[in-house]
């Protein structure tokens, strides 16, 4: 399938009532901006390149988590979710908090980003039997509060690395141009 810009691709969060009493929702429309953009960012190329099955669905009510509303969520499919969904991931959507918040299809699509590098892929161990690698789950790169190197100053040289690394751009903190 060819992938389509974003401007192509309306997708409308649903309403509760579209769910019929359902948890999830399935939508044309979501997969397709998932396709778009997995297709637009050289660091998901990996989910295409290892042909890693992602289903990607709309969940009527997401949640909180450590008090804040859970917008989304990648999880690794095994067991029978794996043989039903036929997916190594399934990548849900809080239809209820997203409608709350008005999402407009660009900010569903930065969602989307955001779920979908939680993929990974290991490559196989010099023991693997199969010597095959396997699709992996990936945990964020760092964690922290938005205020928290400002007003500790807590590993500001590991937090500026990360960054610099991550956008690839040294100049981002203003300095002489050299990264760390």
Same mark, same amino acid.
Not at 29 to 36: Q, Y
Not at 105 to 114: C, D
Not at 145 to 161: H, I, K
């Given at each position: 399938?060819?992938?389509?810009?974003?401007?192509?691709?309306?997708?409308?969060?649903?309403?509760?009532?579209?769910?019929?009493?359902?948890?999830?929702?399935?939508?044309?429309?979501?997969?397709?901006?998932?396709?778009?953009?997995?297709?637009?960012?050289?660091?998901?190329?990996?989910?295409?390149?290892?042909?890693?099955?992602?289903?990607?669905?709309?969940?009527?009510?997401?949640?909180?988590?450590?008090?804040?509303?859970?917008?989304?969520?990648?999880?690794?499919?095994?067991?029978?979710?794996?043989?039903? @969904?036929?997916?190594?991931? &399934?990548?849900?959507? $809080?239809?209820?908090? =997203?409608? %709350?918040? *008005?999402? !407009?299809? /660009?900010?569903?699509?930065?969602?989307?980003?955001?779920?979908?590098?939680?993929?990974?892929?290991?490559?196989?161990?010099?023991?693997?039997?199969?010597?095959? @690698?396997?699709?992996?789950? &990936?945990?964020?790169? $760092?964690?922290?509060? =938005?205020? %928290?190197? *400002?007003? !500790?100053? /807590?590993?500001?040289?590991?937090?500026?690395?990360?960054?610099?690394?991550?956008?690839?751009?040294?100049?981002?903190?203003?300095?002489?141009?050299?990264?760390?």
């Amino acid at each position: 399938m060819a992938a389509a810009t974003s401007e192509a691709i309306a997708v409308r969060v649903p309403t509760e009532a579209q769910f019929d009493g359902a948890d999830y929702l399935e939508s044309e429309a979501l997969e397709d901006l998932f396709v778009e953009v997995v297709g637009s960012y050289e660091r998901l190329a990996l989910i295409d390149d290892h042909d890693i099955r992602v289903r990607v669905l709309w969940k009527r009510k997401g949640g909180r988590s450590h008090g804040g509303a859970v917008l989304g969520k990648c999880v690794k499919a095994g067991g029978l979710v794996r043989h039903f @969904g036929q997916a190594a991931f &399934v990548i849900w959507l $809080a239809a209820d908090h =997203l409608e %709350e918040a *008005e999402y !407009t299809t /660009a900010e569903l699509r930065k969602l989307l980003y955001h779920e979908a590098r939680h993929i990974g892929w290991e490559q196989p161990s010099e023991t693997a039997e199969d010597g095959e @690698g396997r699709p992996v789950l &990936v945990g964020h790169d $760092a964690e922290l509060f =938005l205020g %928290e190197v *400002e007003d !500790t100053g /807590a590993d500001w040289e590991r937090f500026r690395r990360l960054l610099a690394a991550e956008f690839r751009a040294p100049c981002l903190f203003g300095d002489d141009g050299d990264t760390p």
